[in-house]
């Protein structure tokens, strides 16, 4: 597979509609490592997904191996007020290709469905909305989304294990949403499918729908829509879990 914009932006798309966004270990108690190949084999052999720092990670490692050239960024996601949040609470790639350098994102719960120009005031329009990074102090840019900051990406490269302090924060602390209750996200060909808790938000061009799940329901849906399969001790630990923002 050559590593092209076209192999980029394939292996992209296929990502956000294969592999779920989760934060499900975390309320199953199970530690969250900043280890690219175990990344990986939760997604390829548990047919599971991951948040920022796994998915990103494993995927930023899939890039280099192809031949692509990578590097991690750090990034702060930003409030509903478009006040930057915590160093170190989102990762994100760049990645060089064909001589220019691109943004790449496959652990955003919403984001961008193919690598966009890492340049700002260029806006790129795809199925999701609108995006466009504009430039702050210290050459850090801001990734703006439908016209609300999404998150500050900070300059230089960053190694995965650099994001320790941030990948402890958002599976222990109080204060991490992450810790507030379960969601599960994927991109769909028509929109996207998630699930905040068991309650099911589906979004397509005509508008959104959302329906709550009882434990069965959560489970199959979850098998079906999802691929994932909990076992029922799991299931029964997750619907505890299941409150979110």
């Known amino acids: 597979m050559p590593a092209t914009r076209d192999t980029l932006r394939r292996l992209h798309r296929a990502h956000l509609e294969r592999v779920p966004f989760e934060n499900f270990d975390i309320h199953l108690g199970v530690p969250i490592r900043l280890d690219a190949v175990a990344s990986a084999e939760?997604?390829?052999?548990?047919?599971?997904?991951g948040f920022c720092y796994e998915l990103n990670g494993a995927f930023a490692s899939l890039l280099a191996a192809l031949g692509f050239e990578v590097e991690l960024r750090e990034a702060r996601v930003s409030s509903p007020?478009?006040?930057?949040?915590?160093?170190?609470?989102?990762?994100?790639?760049?990645?060089?290709?064909?001589?220019?350098?691109?943004?790449?994102?496959?652990?955003?719960?919403?984001?961008?469905d193919e690598p966009i120009r890492l340049l700002p005031d260029i806006t790129a329009q795809d199925t999701a909305g609108a995006f466009v990074l504009r430039p702050v102090a210290d050459g850090e840019l801001d990734l703006v989304f439908d016209g609300v900051p999404q998150n500050r990406i900070a300059p230089g490269p960053r190694e995965l294990a650099a994001f320790a302090p941030g990948?402890?924060?958002?599976?222990?602390?109080?204060?991490?949403?992450?810790?507030?209750?379960?969601?599960?996200?994927?991109?769909?060909?028509?929109?996207?499918?998630?699930?905040?808790?068991?309650?099911?938000?589906?979004?397509?061009?005509?508008?959104?729908?959302g329906?709550?799940?009882?434990?069965?329901?959560?489970?199959?849906?979850?098998?079906?829509?999802?691929?994932?399969?909990?076992?029922?001790?799991?299931?029964?630990?997750?619907?505890?879990?299941?409150?979110?923002?």
């Open 42 to 49: 939760k997604v390829a052999l548990r047919s599971r997904g």
């Open 81 to 112: 007020d478009g006040v930057p949040g915590r160093a170190l609470g989102h990762a994100c790639i760049a990645v060089r290709v064909d001589g220019e350098e691109l943004l790449a994102d496959v652990g955003f719960g919403r984001g961008f």
């Open 167 to 209: 990948c402890a924060f958002h599976q222990s602390s109080p204060e991490s949403r992450f810790t507030q209750g379960t969601v599960c996200s994927i991109r769909t060909p028509e929109g996207r499918l998630t699930l905040s808790g068991t309650h099911l938000i589906e979004t397509t061009a005509s508008g959104q729908d």
């Open 211 to 245: 329906r709550d799940l009882d434990r069965d329901a959560f489970a199959a849906v979850l098998g079906s829509r999802f691929g994932i399969a909990f076992e029922a001790a799991e299931l029964d630990r997750l619907a505890q879990a299941a409150r979110w923002l």
